[in-house]
């Protein structure tokens, strides 16, 4: 709870029993989200949500190379969490007539260059998802990422595509795995520190040749996704 929580609010949301009741105090339920993000900020969840709304529902996002199909991603069976998944379907008009063999993409989002430090910095994000791609098949989490995806066009909440768009992801198509560091300082070294001791491990080696790494940077400025400006670490390096 949070300091300026409403009992009223309380008292509505847990006696609620039925989805129409749900969605009748969907209302009260973001309110008492704000109230408590106020209280406790999430930077990186802020972060999350103006990307999801600059590809997913903004008059931009059909120019955008990338949906997000989910944030906070976590599977309890195999105890996978991910900031994002996205799915990335070019928006050029030949990749727009064809809504099937689309790519998956994972998305760390790092608020800030204190963030790529320490137990949860970048070094540990590497290592988990070498762990992940290694020891479980793509195929189930495109699958997923797929429906999910499929359910949101479906209820009209993608905008520019027709409610009756279904996509597929290619289960065999190699993956990308996106850095999205949000505000990083030019002047600091802590990212290039950081990552140039990633590059030197074996565990860079072997991830490169399941997933493509990618550093996400922008279009002048905004959250849109786009291929041409996602680089390579060792581009990123090279131009910095």
């Not at 900031?83 to 998956?104: E, F, H, I, Q, Y």
Request: proline share 2%; aromatic share 10%.
């Amino acid at each position: 709870e949070h300091k300026a929580h409403q009992t009223k609010y309380k008292q509505q949301i847990l006696s609620a029993k039925t989805v129409l009741e749900y969605i009748d105090i969907i209302p009260l339920i973001k309110a008492e989200m704000d109230l408590y993000f106020y209280e406790h900020p999430k930077l990186e969840r802020e972060i999350q949500q103006h990307i999801l709304r600059e590809n997913n529902r903004t008059s931009l996002a059909g120019d955008t190379d990338y949906y997000i199909a989910d944030i906070e991603y976590a599977n309890m069976q195999n105890g996978s969490r991910f900031d994002m998944l996205a799915v990335k379907w070019r928006s050029t008009s030949p990749s727009r007539k064809n809504s099937s063999g689309l790519a998956l993409s994972f998305i760390e989002v790092k608020y800030g260059d204190n963030a790529l430090m320490g137990v949860a910095g970048l070094k540990k994000h590497f290592e988990d998802m070498e762990s992940f791609l290694a020891s479980h098949p793509a195929s189930y989490i495109c699958a997923e990422t797929q429906k999910m995806f499929n359910q949101k066009v479906e209820l009209g909440i993608i905008n520019g595509l027709s409610e009756s768009t279904k996509i597929s992801i290619e289960h065999d198509r190699k993956t990308e795995f996106i850095l999205l560091i949000a505000n990083h300082k030019p002047a600091s070294s802590v990212f290039i520190r950081e990552l140039d001791i990633i590059m030197k491990t074996d565990i860079y080696k072997r991830l490169c040749e399941m997933t493509d790494i990618r550093i996400a940077s922008s279009s002048l400025m905004g959250y849109g996704l786009y291929e041409k400006t996602m680089l390579s670490p060792e581009d990123y390096i090279y131009e910095n």
